[in-house]
Structure formats: structure tokens, C-alpha cells
């Protein structure tokens, strides 16, 4: 796979609202992150934050025209460290624990945009979505983790409440016998912990 131009890349990061994600996410970690970690951690992440435009030009003037050998991630253009994004993670799961929903979503956007393969960021986002009523689309979120982790029975969970709240009985029929299937996997207590969940919510 041939990596897009210098141009297309630029053009990319320049879309309106591709960077006003990105600004907004760095906004907020700028502003709640400093109370929630030590100051020799935020001092590395507000490294690399600053950084990271430079970081994105500097990669896009060196890599113009190359074929990679692995699918390039925006976190790697950007220069993020898995640690920041952990720590980023972190913000994101207080804000759920704030009810602060809003932007627990900025937060998790800008994490699966710059590291999609990461399926725990997805869950986060899906439930965000579904706890602001935005079904759809949390749907499609933990989706997305689904097929990252198909042995985790979070993703199918999740997604079973939202098709029940969407009044679509026979997708949520449909998840539920999946997520018994991938229950099989687990141990004799948490397979009836899982049952006990299922028969919780009450699919008619």
C-alpha cells in the first residue's frame, strides 16, 4: 500500500473538522489532565502535545512517495507515545465518572483516530454514545471493537441494550446468541455472571 502524498496528507489534517477534533482533544487534556496525574507525567505529555504538528510535518516531508511496510497510524505521525495515550485514556474514564459525557466523547474520538486498532478505546466511545442516547453510533463504535476483540463479551453487551432501546428485538436476539457463544470461552463463575446479565435485560 502506497502511503498518500505530501499533499493528500496535508490536505487530510487541514479538513476542518479532522483538526478541530484534534484541537479540541488537546484543549481538554491541556486543562483537566495536570489534576489527575503527577507533574513529571504531564510534563512528557504536554511534550509531546506541543510537538505533534511538527512532529505530523516532519513525517509527511520525510515519507512523501515511500511504500511502508505496515499500515502507518496517525498516533505514529503524530508522535504520541502509547504511555500519553494511556494517560489520555485515563482522563477520558474520569470524565465518564464526572457524567462530563460530552467531553469524555472528545476524548475517546481523538484516541480512536490516532490508534484504531486499540479496542478498549472503542468500547469507551460506544458507551459514551449510548449514555448520551446516540445509539447508532455507539453501535457502530463497539462494532469496531467487536471485530478487534470477538472474544470479548463487553462489545456484545453494550450493543444488545442499544438495539433494545432502538426496539430492534431481533438484532438484539441475534447479538445475545453470539455473546453466549463467546461466553463458552470463560470460566464456570464468570460464564454465570455473564447469564445472569442476560437474563437481565429481559429480551422478550
Not at 55 to 77: N, T, Y
Not at 87 to 100: F, M, N, P, Q
Request: glycine share 4%; charged share 25%.
Amino acid at each position: 500500500m502506497k502511503l498518500p502524498c505530501r499533499e493528500q496528507l496535508t490536505n487530510f489534517f487541514k479538513m476542518t473538522d479532522f483538526r478541530s477534533q484534534l484541537e479540541m482533544a488537546q484543549d481538554l487534556i491541556l486543562s483537566v489532565l495536570p489534576d489527575l496525574i503527577s507533574l513529571q507525567q504531564f510534563a512528557k505529555v504536554k511534550n509531546e502535545l506541543d510537538s505533534s504538528i511538527g512532529h505530523f510535518i516532519k513525517f509527511i516531508e520525510s515519507e512523501d512517495g515511500k511504500s511502508p511496510e505496515k499500515p502507518i497510524l496517525f498516533q505514529e505521525m503524530f508522535g504520541f507515545s502509547d504511555d500519553t495515550l494511556l494517560l489520555v485514556y485515563d482522563l477520558g474514564v474520569s470524565l465518564i465518572g464526572r457524567g462530563e459525557m460530552k467531553n469524555a466523547i472528545i476524548i475517546f474520538t481523538f484516541l480512536t483516530t490516532l490508534a484504531p486498532h486499540v479496542s478498549s478505546y472503542w468500547v469507551a466511545l460506544g458507551v459514551c454514545f449510548q449514555e448520551t442516547n446516540r445509539h447508532q453510533e455507539g453501535i457502530i463504535a463497539l462494532s469496531a471493537a467487536k471485530f478487534l476483540e470477538p472474544t470479548d463479551p463487553g462489545p456484545l453487551f453494550y450493543n444488545i441494550e442499544s438495539y433494545l432501546v432502538l426496539k430492534e428485538t431481533e438484532k438484539a436476539n441475534l447479538e445475545v446468541e453470539e455473546l453466549k457463544n463467546v461466553i463458552k470461552a470463560l470460566s464456570s463463575q464468570s460464564q454465570e455472571e455473564w447469564r445472569h446479565k442476560i437474563k437481565s435485560l429481559m429480551i422478550s
